[in-house]
């Protein structure tokens, strides 16, 4: 089974500095995703970023950007001038890769980030 | 409709009755996913949906917990005699078959209280 786990419960940051966010997982999959998902109080869930982990290259969306470490199964997101609308829970998440089946998405525990005027 | 549609937004209801929560994915979205997430916590996966195949049930807490999904369409998940700790918001999502790299969209949930 897979575990995800962020290790943040809260985190806080001032406006228009960078934020980092933790995350690790624990797979013994060799091909899947990673995401990192933002659910404002609205309870919106909203896909910030993913990554495929047979890509090497880190992905970047914007301000948004993860530093994905495959071998020590670390995949933390990068906030770069921070918004005061960035406030929101963070989860990180993890889905294998099927080709025609699919599978279920397993979430992190999620990392609160309040971003102070 | 343009997104994930989930009703009611809200549901009190009393210990021992039973719920519905309904779940009308993105049209043409063969995987459907319900997940349940309680005060301050991670979303719990519950059970998954993809297209004629045998659903993954393997996330439901307890045999008071089903859900169908009519013509590999809309969605309902059953709470037969709720107890105090269904309490939770209740969060749908679907995507498409993973043929192509996709993501889930997710509704805004259902909120349910149990009394």
């Known amino acids: 089974a897979q575990t995800v786990t962020q290790s943040q419960p809260e985190m806080s940051v001032q406006e228009a500095e960078t934020v980092t966010l933790s995350c690790t997982y624990d797979t013994s999959e060799n091909n899947y995703y990673l995401f990192w998902y933002k659910q404002p109080p609205s309870r919106q869930m909203i896909l910030v970023i993913r990554q495929e982990a047979y890509k090497q290259q880190n992905a970047t969306e914007n301000r948004f950007s993860v530093n994905f470490q495959k071998a020590a199964k670390s995949f933390s997101l990068k906030i770069s001038d921070s918004q005061l609308g960035d406030t929101a829970m963070y989860f990180c998440?993890?889905?294998?890769?099927?080709?025609?089946?699919?599978?279920?998405?397993?979430f992190g525990e999620g990392t609160q980030l309040t971003v102070n005027p | 409709g343009a997104g994930v549609s989930q009703s009611p937004s809200n549901k009190v209801t009393e210990k021992g009755k039973d719920v519905e929560l309904r779940c009308d994915p993105i049209?043409?979205?063969?995987?459907l996913y319900w997940y349940r997430q309680s005060l301050g916590q991670g979303l719990e996966f519950l059970i998954y949906f993809q297209g004629n195949s045998a659903p993954d049930k393997s996330g439901l807490p307890s045999d008071r917990f089903s859900a169908e999904r009519t013509g590999g369409s809309v969605s309902t998940l059953t709470i037969q005699r709720t107890q105090q700790e269904d309490s939770a918001v209740y969060l749908c999502a679907s995507s498409l078959m993973w043929t192509v790299i996709t993501e889930a969209f997710f509704g805004q949930g259902t909120r349910l209280t149990v009394v």
């Open positions: 998440a993890f889905m294998k890769r099927r080709e025609t089946s699919g599978s279920r998405l397993t």
């Open positions: 049209s043409g979205h063969t995987a």
